[in-house]
């Protein structure tokens, strides 16, 4: 199998739980098999899965409405209690999607990241597809809370994620599906995030963006 390019894996992670491969642009025509995954199944996913990863973030850049990335992002599986751990995510991906306030203006300029926690759930199994592995990605209580520093004052800032959105992920792609899960096949990993709305010193902004992981094991 080969990585697809960026806007192919962009569209294909739209079709809901029973999804074909986003990492991957090996045309097969055999029909799949789906069946539920054993906990044993469980547990050698998790394990097959657990590393450091290092790559990049997508998403929606504002400015020009068009899928943008920064690189040198980290983060972790960790086997033992299903988790994922994004150690370093850029403050000015949360602000692409907020009305022009303040906080846009600071978090766009602002060089502090942040890490998010999430729960990962791998759920099917393809029986034709050996080591491809699909999981959700749950952020603990689909909630994280950070501190900025801005008008030399803290603030503090809570996202609220969500399992399931409709967006547009650029100016030149339809609405399409999103779900919280993600992908991994031969080392590589894809990940979404899906951002509902972000709440500043009690004033809450309704988001709906979608950001996402896309990175190999280091």
Known sequence: M???KLFTFVLCLTA???????????????KKTITPLTPQQRLAQLADMQSIYSGKVFFTNDSTQLIDSISGIDWSVLASDSTLTLR???????AHGLPNTELKQQLLKSTDTQSITADVKPFVNESNS?????????PKEYKSHFTVNFGDTSH???IEYDYQMTVA??????SMTYYSTGEYYNRQM????????ITCDGSKYYVNRVFFLKGEKA
Request: proline content about 4%; overall charge negative.
């Open 2 to 4: 080969k990585p697809r």
């Open 16 to 30: 809901g739980l029973l999804f074909t491969s986003c990492l991957n642009d090996d045309d097969d025509n055999d």
């Open 88 to 94: 370093n995510l850029p403050m000015k991906v949360l």
């Open 130 to 138: 050996q080591n491809y592995y699909t999981f959700w990605v749950l």
């Open 156 to 158: 503090e800032i809570d």
């Open 169 to 174: 992920l650029s100016f030149y792609y339809a």
């Open 190 to 197: 894809v990940a979404y995030f899906l951002v509902k709305n």
